[in-house]
């Protein structure tokens, strides 16, 4: 029983619903193996009698300990009818004491009875009964609403003989939202003049682009698409009308290890990838002598931009040799005048705290032999870089974009990275996250990624989960979280084999939801929930009611029979006609993409290989039928063969037909906008292939003049305005 009860007090799962809807048991011993994670034990949980003590004892101390103690560290509660919880023995009646410290600076001060209070609990402890109290805060005074934000609250026996403190959240209904109930406002509408609505014209629903930023070309940049080309291409898609580019997590990776290439295991969430930086638009650029830059320098420079693949050892050699350069400029032209340009800079540094504090030191004490160990260096990148998308969103929304840039949130970060060492308190550093077996993955899958431990975040007040959603809601209108199920729940694979797969570990996802909806209307910032692949069904009603849009993609957007007509998509949703996980257009339509899978043993046999060419060939004949369905094909083509069309036919008709999703936001990749077969990224695979390092076959100068791409723009907008 003792055993049964940790397992649950500890958020481990027992049981969940696979791909194929069926009721999976979790095996007892892979549940006491992730809970022999958490627990920091080397190896299985014994039997004996010290452990079934050390169990009893931990029981105690998240089951009954709560309840004995007046406030909780961290609680949180709606701004509609406020209230906090409280915990009293049922014997007292006496009257206590609430102060209330606002993060404005407002005090609000109350005796109040527990007889006034609301009984919504009790506990027995001890020849003890706990009572758990709802409060009103409105009750507290009736001079002035409790405001949104993260307040103190101080409660006190009469007595004075206890005293506790916590935190309490009062945060709003819903996260801020592009539109009231998924309908778009029109321009003369009253909500037109209210900052909690984007407003992106009368009877059009929102469209962008996404990319993946790094693989953006150009003559000027360095190797590697940059917040240069970012600029750039906000240009090309504003002219056409689009609303927003939806970005890769930008997050900080290792730029020691040119193997640690993924945007989405980052060494640092709360911290930009300077590789991103625009050095020609860096101010001290100005300042460095032409003939430092010349010869050997801009001969690489022109050799990296000719690679179809990205050379990331030698990006990060050049741009790193540049950055130190620039940095010296800095000290000389900016730093020791202590001008305006350097007073932004420590202003920068003062308000990103500890956290970037301790960042750029470990950073600098990593420098490579014969490279400066000066952590103003890193801090002064973050500074730029920082600056450069700030830059970017302020120009979306300058030409016009009614969202800008939409961000990415990885769902973990790597265990060797700075945000899991400085605060490897709230995490897991024994497992990892990954997905349970599947027919697609039969081991498992094990992503590399260090889980925050939800009972360590909670003890911790949740700071650190604040800290990563407040930095990626920077500079942007949007941010998508990645694998959005990881509020409710994600799966935690042990890093020691011998304590099984893996189980679920659950989250306190009203918690986690409120501070993101508070995070979310103070940042003018919606939130997009990639919530692909095995969702819980109570995911759904938590997202919806948090306001939180769903993200559909088009390729799974299908029942076994057809593809959903556009009026059937989810309208409160990102409509994405393809992403980085699933292959291209072109590689789909083609087929390239399984046989590649077939070339790399993703797929085992040619048989199978034969049953998945098969299935393609119904999909596309599937997908042809749709197209006629909404007239989108040559009039002369009444086709039952897919290879009698040819693929530029196939691309205007599916980017019109995609355009007239009644999902509130569409995107569309740039890749495929040019016919691009190469996938950026192959799941299930490492070194086979060349992951993240794919660059666009075109430069922004090519893609903005081209026709074809003009054209595609063209009929994308005029599908998205609804009649």
């Known amino acids: 029983m003792g055993l049964d009860k940790l397992l649950y007090l500890q958020g481990v799962g027992a049981e969940f619903i696979n791909c194929h809807g069926q009721d999976v048991t979790i095996p007892a011993e892979d549940r006491q193996g992730v809970l022999a994670c958490m627990l920091d034990a080397l190896g299985e949980i014994e039997s004996t009698s010290e452990a079934k003590v050390d169990i009893e004892r931990r029981v105690l101390q998240l089951d009954a300990k709560p309840w004995t103690q007046l406030l909780p560290g961290f609680q949180h509660t709606g701004v509609d009818k406020p209230h906090l919880h409280l915990y009293l023995p049922r014997c007292y009646q006496s009257s206590i004491w609430i102060r209330l410290l606002t993060e404005t600076g407002q005090e609000i001060h109350a ?16 020849e003890t009964t706990y009572l758990n109290y709802r409060v009103s805060l409105n009750a507290l005074s009736s001079e002035f609403a409790i405001e949104l934000g993260y307040h103190q609250i101080e409660v006190s026996l009469c007595d004075g003989s206890v005293t506790e403190t916590g935190i309490i959240l009062v945060a709003p209904a819903q996260a801020f939202q592009f539109a009231s109930n998924g309908q778009l406002q029109s321009s003369n509408e009253t909500n037109k003049q209210d900052a909690r609505y984007f407003n992106p014209g009368e009877n059009k629903r929102p469209w962008g682009i996404s990319i993946q930023l790094y693989s953006l070309r150009s003559e000027e940049q360095w190797g590697i698409g940059d917040f240069g080309d970012l600029s750039t291409l906000i240009e090309v898609i504003a002219l056409q009308g689009g609303d927003f580019i939806q970005l890769n997590p930008l997050h900080a990776l290792n730029h020691l290890n040119a193997e640690s290439i993924s945007p989405y295991s980052p060494d640092d969430r709360r911290r930009l990838n300077p590789l991103y930086i625009d050095i020609a638009s860096v101010d001290e650029y100005q300042h460095l002598e032409t003939q430092r830059l010349a010869g050997v320098v801009n001969d690489r420079k022109k050799v990296l931009n000719r690679g179809n693949w990205l050379n990331y050892e030698q990006t990060i050699e050049l741009k790193y040799h540049i950055f130190h350069q620039l940095y010296d400029e800095f000290c000389t032209h900016e730093l020791m005048i202590n001008s305006p340009r350097a007073q932004e800079f420590f202003h920068f540094v003062d308000s990103q705290g500890i956290d970037l504090d301790y960042f750029s030191a470990e950073l600098a004490s990593q420098s490579p032999k014969g490279t400066p160990r000066d952590s103003n260096f890193y801090c002064y990148l973050q500074f730029v870089a920082e600056t450069q998308l700030e830059a970017c969103q302020a120009k979306a929304r300058a030409l016009g974009m009614s969202i800008g840039l939409i961000r990415d949130l990885a769902v973990g970060a790597s265990p060797d990275g700075v945000e899991v060492r400085q605060n490897r308190h709230v995490f897991c550093l024994n497992a990892s996250i990954g997905a349970p077996a599947d027919p697609f993955a039969p081991q498992g899958q094990n992503w590399g990624l260090t889980p925050l431990d939800p009972i360590k975040l909670k003890q911790d007040n949740y700071r650190h989960f604040i800290t990563i959603v407040r930095r990626n809601m920077n500079a942007c209108g949007a941010l998508r979280i990645d694998h959005v199920m990881a509020l409710l729940r994600l799966w935690w694979c042990p890093n020691n084999p011998d304590l099984g797969s893996g189980a679920y570990v659950y989250y306190p996802i009203e918690t986690l939801l409120a501070i993101i909806c508070l995070e979310s209307q103070r940042a003018q910032c919606c939130v997009i929930g990639e919530d692909l692949g095995i969702v819980p069904p109570e995911l759904s009603g938590y997202l919806t009611k948090a306001g939180i849009y769903s993200n559909q993609l088009f390729y799974f957007s299908k029942h076994p029979d057809r593809f959903l007509q556009p009026d059937e998509h989810k309208t409160h949703s990102l409509m994405m006609l393809a ?75 599916w980017l019109r037909l995609i355009a007239k999703s009644h999902s509130v936001l569409l995107s569309v990749q740039l890749c495929d906008l040019v016919s691009e077969r190469h996938s950026v990224n192959i799941p299930g695979t490492w070194k086979e292939y060349a992951n993240w390092q794919r660059r666009l076959p075109y430069t922004l100068d090519e893609i903005a003049l081209s026709p074809k791409v003009k054209l595609l723009l063209r009929e994308i907008a005029s599908e998205r305005f609804v009649t």
């Open 579 to 653: 992403n980085h996980d699933v292959p291209t257009l072109a590689a789909w339509w083609s087929a390239s993409d399984l046989h590649l899978q077939r070339q790399l043993e993703l797929l085992n046999s040619d048989e199978i290989l034969g049953v998945a060419l098969n299935q393609r060939e119904r999909d596309k004949l599937q997908l042809i039928s749709l197209f006629n369905q909404h007239d989108l094909l040559p009039a002369n083509s009444s086709l039952s063969e897919s290879n009698e069309l040819n693929f530029e036919q196939v691309l205007h008709a």
């Open 111 to 126: 005796e109040l009875l527990p007889e006034t209070f609301e009984v919504i609990g009790d506990y027995h402890f001890e």
